[in-house]
């Protein structure tokens, strides 16, 4: 039997989870009846879905619970950039230890696109690397 494993930053949020935390992030400190006022502005979404949605960001370790007021609040525990860099980490390790040929080769390219001067410092970096590994 495959070890079940635990809920990581790195793991893609829902889109209702991605909705509850732009939120928080906005608003920095909330109650479920702010992120709930503020998400049915634009879908028709239960209290209660909210409530359940906050609870299993907090049990991910997205948010910290703050249960000493009358109502819970609700604080971010990473930031966007935090959350963003951990989630492509992710996808990227995932994508290069079981497609490296394809992934790598749609990276460059992808950055190539943009960027030449990318192109320049990832050929640099490879250089070091090799003189490192070479040098050991």
């Given at each position: 039997?495959?070890?079940?494993?635990?809920?990581?930053?790195?793991?893609?949020?829902?889109?209702?989870?991605?909705?509850?935390?732009?939120?928080?992030?906005?608003?920095?400190?909330?109650?479920?009846?702010?992120?709930?006022?503020?998400?049915?502005?634009?879908?028709?979404?239960?209290?209660?879905?909210?409530?359940?949605?906050?609870?299993?960001?907090?049990?991910?370790?997205?948010?910290?619970?703050?249960?000493?007021?009358?109502?819970?609040?609700?604080?971010?525990v990473v930031t966007r950039e935090q959350y963003?860099?951990?989630?492509?980490k992710s996808v990227v390790d995932w994508l290069?230890?079981?497609?490296?040929?394809?992934?790598?080769?749609?990276?460059?390219?992808?950055?190539?696109?943009?960027?030449?001067?990318?192109?320049?410092?990832?050929?640099?970096?490879?250089?070091?690397?090799?003189?490192?590994?070479?040098?050991?």
């Open positions: 039997m495959v070890a079940r494993r635990k809920h990581t930053l790195a793991e893609v949020l829902g889109p209702l989870e991605a909705d509850v935390m732009e939120v928080v992030w906005d608003k920095r400190d909330v109650t479920v009846r702010d992120v709930h006022k503020s998400l049915r502005s634009n879908r028709a979404i239960a209290y209660t879905t909210v409530m359940t949605t906050l609870g299993r960001l907090a049990d991910k370790g997205l948010l910290q619970r703050i249960e000493d007021q009358p109502a819970h609040h609700y604080r971010a963003a860099r951990s989630t492509v290069v230890s079981h497609f490296p040929d394809p992934a790598v080769a749609y990276l460059v390219d992808r950055v190539g696109e943009d960027d030449e001067r990318v192109i320049d410092r990832l050929t640099e970096a490879i250089e070091q690397r090799k003189a490192k590994d070479e040098g050991v």
